[in-house]
T-cell receptor
Framework: GAGVSQSPSNKVTEKGKDVELRCDPISGHTALYWYRQSLGQGLEFLIYFQGNSAPDKSGLPSDRFSAERTGGSVSTLTIQRTQQEDSAVYLC????????????????FGPGTRLTVL | AQRVTQPEKLLSVFKGAPVELKCNYSYSGSPELFWYVQYSRQRLQLLLRHISRESIKGFTADLNKGETSFHLKKPFAQEEDSAMYYC??????????FGKGTKLSVIP
């Protein structure tokens, strides 16, 4: 079947504008993750959704960042009042159900959204 | 808190030469270690994990708890191995902590 998809693939915005990034996980995957990949940096964890549980937002860098997942499937990452330092590739991943301490379920990554804030 | 260090941003080797991509981690418990790879214009994908003790595309990695390392090795590099390689650690939860990555360039 289809892998994780993300849209848009590229987004250029002006400083101060809000942006929304979308992620469609693999069908049947209940776990969804957002990461940020900045130039010269590794992948930085942002947020994690698992089924109907409260999301783990511990990686969100500021209150300008928020994410939601509707119906346990599609997720939207919103960045308000964008800043130049928000420029990065935003990656989404999904996996089968996973629990803390349980065997790792492979995360499958999407192609990413390249965000450029001018 | 856990940390993953990949000391080399860029590693260039000649085709047929041995490759070793270094990864060191910091974590007080028993981690799970992974290598992810991203080929040009492709998405990030899992290459191998230490618990599987497998060889994928000729690559192997051994977890050395004494040295807190998980170096990725291949005896004979191929041009198609050129890519970004990320070492990642899972510390008892779902969350992965990634290193900053090493770009491997295999010179023909």
């Amino acid at each position: 079947g289809a892998g994780v998809s993300q849209s848009p693939s590229n987004k250029v915005t002006e400083k101060g504008k809000d942006v929304e990034l979308r992620c469609d996980p693999i069908s049947g995957h209940t776990a969804l993750y957002w990461y940020r990949q900045s130039l010269g940096q590794g992948l930085e964890f942002l947020i994690y959704f698992q089924g109907n549980s409260a999301p783990d937002k511990s990686g969100l860098p500021s209150d300008r960042f928020s994410a939601e997942r509707t119906g346990g499937s599609v997720s939207t990452l919103t960045i308000q009042r964008t800043q130049q330092e928000d420029s990065a590739v935003y990656l989404c991943a999904s996996s089968q159900q996973t629990h803390s301490g349980a065997q790792y379920n492979e995360q499958f990554f999407g192609p990413g959204t390249r965000l450029t804030v001018l | 808190a856990q940390r993953v260090t990949q000391p080399e941003k860029l590693l260039s080797v000649f085709k047929g030469a041995p490759v070793e991509l270094k990864c060191n981690y910091s974590y007080s418990g028993s981690p799970e270690l992974f290598w992810y790879v991203q080929y040009s214009r492709q998405r990030l994908q899992l290459l191998l994990r230490h618990i599987s003790r497998e060889s994928i595309k000729g690559f192997t990695a051994d977890l050395n708890k004494g040295e807190t390392s998980f170096h990725l090795k291949k005896p004979f590099a191929q041009e198609e191995d050129s890519a970004m390689y990320y070492c990642a650690l899972r510390a008892g939860s779902y969350q992965l902590t990634f290193g900053k990555g090493t770009k491997l360039s295999v010179i023909p």
